[in-house]
């Protein structure tokens, strides 16, 4: 039977745990506010908003769907703001006034392409709490000390996602839903993780597709009446589709294999698979090559990464590589990988591309695009085994004895 591992993080959004891989899916200060940190305000996307008004993401291991919910959570602010500011540049509260819309008449397009392996996972993204006030995992049903540690109990956040974000990704992945995932969806062991106004919702959506018997009739109309005109949410996404465009498309599969017959040209690449360590086969030289020739030239490339391998494997591939600096955290938290040189705003130090031509730097290899996690393991140990490079705790302790910089 499916098992999920979640807990609430340290800014009131869930986050789980892979007990097959022995690693976490997201940060304990805070899945949400990942998201935003190493993806959404690293991509620059404000300006590209402006000039553009269709845009293409690909994200490479959805999960739970964070990275994609806080670009469109980003998107519908821009979306709001900019239409009431280009609307002869009157200074209103809403997007709505007097139950008109207010537009430039401009129709934005976006296509999200989400991968992953995880059916269910990705299939449960809509309904995932992401802003609970005070949290308690006391009762986690997995024995995990080293998150447990980390998590503080309080809740500290700076970003709120919108219930329209959740009902626009629930409209497209409705009926991908399966009775294996209402199991764990209706338990009552995970209700705590779960919007039960977004259930609910699902309810009346999948109520809607089969024939009803009267009393189901009756239950379904008060759900219209709620829904329809009642519910703000459910309003504000009913006209946001009169400026939106939004196509979604969700594949459960190998990365590899579904980017390999993608033609589309991405101008934002999401890469948050697990670690090297545990995912090499998505870190690979031969998969960073894949993804060169999806993006567009003046596209990015993001990842939580800060490895050596990793960054070595993007230069390799053709990229031009620099770092994601996270304000809050006073330090570097990923990596940018773009065609356009232009674009890197934090590039890589001295000490950065030293430790890239170390054992460190030796990245991983994946010719044919099909090898296992084990055998890609396996030959990197190999290739790290037989290199005359230096080691990089050498490369350390010599950069630390002849540089002005605290490493």
């Given at each position: 039977m499916y098992e999920l591992y979640p807990y609430f993080t340290n800014d009131g959004s869930v986050g789980l745990y892979s007990p097959e891989a022995d690693d976490i899916y997201h940060s304990t200060y805070g899945a949400l506010t990942e998201a935003y940190?190493?993806?959404?305000?690293?991509?620059?996307?404000?300006?590209?908003?402006?000039?553009?008004?269709?845009i293409k993401i690909l994200d490479i291991c959805y999960g739970i769907g964070y990275n994609s919910k806080s670009f469109l959570n980003y998107f519908l602010d821009f979306l709001y703001t900019e239409t009431i500011h280009t609307n002869n540049n009157e200074n209103k509260k809403s997007l709505f006034y007097n139950g008109q819309l207010y537009t430039n008449n401009k129709k934005y397009k976006v296509f999200?392409?989400?991968?992953?392996?995880?059916?269910?996972?990705?299939?449960?993204?809509?309904?995932?709490?992401?802003?609970?006030?005070?949290?308690?995992n006391n009762k986690l049903n997995f024995n995990e000390d080293k998150i447990k540690k980390m998590l503080s109990g309080k809740t500290a956040s700076n970003f709120k996602l919108k219930?329209?974000?959740?009902?626009?990704?629930?409209?497209?992945?409705?009926?991908?839903?399966?009775?294996?995932?209402?199991?764990?969806?209706?338990?009552?062991?995970?209700?705590?993780?779960?919007?039960?106004?977004?259930?609910?919702?699902?309810?009346?959506?999948?109520?809607?597709?089969?024939?009803?018997?009267?009393?189901?009739?009756?239950?379904?109309?008060?759900?219209?009446?709620?829904?329809?005109?009642?519910?703000?949410?459910?309003?504000?996404?009913?006209?946001?589709?009169?400026?939106?465009?939004?196509?979604?498309?969700?594949?459960?599969?190998?990365?590899?294999?579904?980017?390999?017959?993608?033609?589309?040209?991405?101008?934002?690449?999401?890469?948050?698979?697990?670690?090297?360590?545990?995912?090499?086969?998505?870190?690979?030289?031969?998969?960073?090559?894949?993804?060169?020739e999806r993006l567009d030239n003046s596209g990015m490339l993001l990842t939580y990464s800060n490895s050596s391998a990793v960054r070595s494997a993007f230069i390799n591939a053709g990229f031009y590589v620099g770092k994601i600096f996270s304000k809050t955290a006073n330090k570097f938290t990923g990596t940018v990988a773009v065609k356009n040189k232009d674009l890197i705003v934090n590039e890589l130090s001295e000490f950065d591309l030293g430790l890239m031509k170390t054992k460190a730097g030796i990245f991983y290899r994946d010719e044919n695009l099909n090898?296992?996690?084990?055998?890609?393991?396996?030959?990197?140990?190999?290739?790290?085994?037989?290199?005359?490079?230096?080691?990089?705790?050498?490369?350390?302790?010599?950069?630390?004895?002849?540089?002005?910089?605290?490493?």
């Open positions: 940190e190493k993806f959404i305000f690293p991509a620059n996307l404000n300006e590209f908003l402006k000039k553009n008004s269709e999200i392409h989400a991968i992953d392996k995880d059916k269910i996972l990705a299939n449960l993204s809509p309904f995932f709490i992401t802003q609970k006030n005070n949290i308690n219930k329209e974000v959740s009902i626009l990704l629930l409209e497209k992945l409705k009926n991908n839903i399966d009775c294996e995932t209402e199991s764990i969806l209706f338990s009552k062991k995970y209700s705590q993780f779960f919007d039960r106004t977004l259930i609910d919702l699902y309810r009346f959506l999948k109520l809607k597709r089969y024939k009803s018997t009267p009393l189901e009739v009756i239950n379904c109309f008060l759900h219209n009446i709620y829904y329809k005109y009642i519910s703000y949410s459910y309003k504000m996404v009913v006209r946001t589709n009169k400026l939106l465009s939004f196509n979604f498309k969700l594949d459960i599969d190998d990365a590899r294999n579904t980017i390999i017959k993608d033609n589309n040209i991405y101008n934002y690449i999401f890469l948050d698979a697990f670690t090297p360590a545990k995912c090499p086969c998505l870190w690979t030289v031969d998969f960073f090559k894949l993804l060169y090898a296992s996690n084990e055998a890609i393991i396996k030959q990197h140990e190999i290739d790290v085994k037989n290199s005359n490079l230096i080691s990089s705790s050498k490369y350390i302790k010599s950069f630390r004895k002849g540089s002005k910089y605290d490493i």
